[in-house]
C-alpha cells in the first residue's frame, strides 16, 4: 500500500520523456479522482542540485534518516515534480517523518502561490 511520507523506487521520469534512472522518490499525494495516480518528487545524492528555498535535504544527524531508508545525504527535491501510476513503483524504502512531510508541503504550496 502507498502512502504520503512514503520513499519509493521507480525510473523517475526524464523532462524529454526519455526513461530515467532508477531512483528514489518521495510520496507526497494522492491525486483527486478514481485513478491511483500520486503526485511525488525526485531524490538524489548529488547535494549541489538543491534549490534553496524548495528542496531539502536529509542526511545522517536527521531523526527521520534511519527510518527513510535512505544510504547517504540526499536531496529531496520538490522542485523535481510528477504524477505518477502507483503501478509503475518497483519497491518501498522506508518513510519520512510527519513533520519533514507537512514541511515539504508547505515550500511547495508557498512556490506555487508566489506571484
Given at each position: 500500500m502507498i502512502e504520503e511520507g512514503q520513499i519509493v523506487l521507480l525510473r523517475?521520469?526524464?523532462?524529454?520523456m526519455e526513461e530515467g534512472k532508477l531512483r528514489p522518490?518521495?510520496?507526497?499525494?494522492?491525486v483527486p479522482g478514481e485513478?491511483?495516480?500520486?503526485l511525488i518528487c525526485m531524490i538524489s545524492s548529488r547535494?549541489?542540485?538543491?534549490?534553496?528555498e524548495l528542496d531539502e535535504i536529509i542526511g545522517?544527524?536527521?531523526k527521520d534518516f534511519r527510518d527513510s531508508g535512505l544510504k547517504t545525504t540526499?536531496?529531496?527535491r520538490t522542485s523535481r515534480l510528477a504524477v505518477i501510476e502507483r503501478e509503475i513503483l518497483l519497491g518501498?524504502?522506508?518513510?519520512?517523518s510527519s513533520l519533514?512531510?507537512?514541511?515539504?508541503k508547505e515550500n511547495i504550496t508557498k512556490w506555487i502561490l508566489e506571484a
Open positions: 523517475f521520469p526524464q523532462t524529454n522518490a518521495l510520496v507526497i499525494r494522492k485513478y491511483d495516480d500520486w547535494l549541489h542540485q538543491k534549490h534553496i545522517p544527524e536527521d540526499s536531496v529531496i518501498k524504502l522506508g518513510n519520512i519533514r512531510l507537512q514541511r515539504i
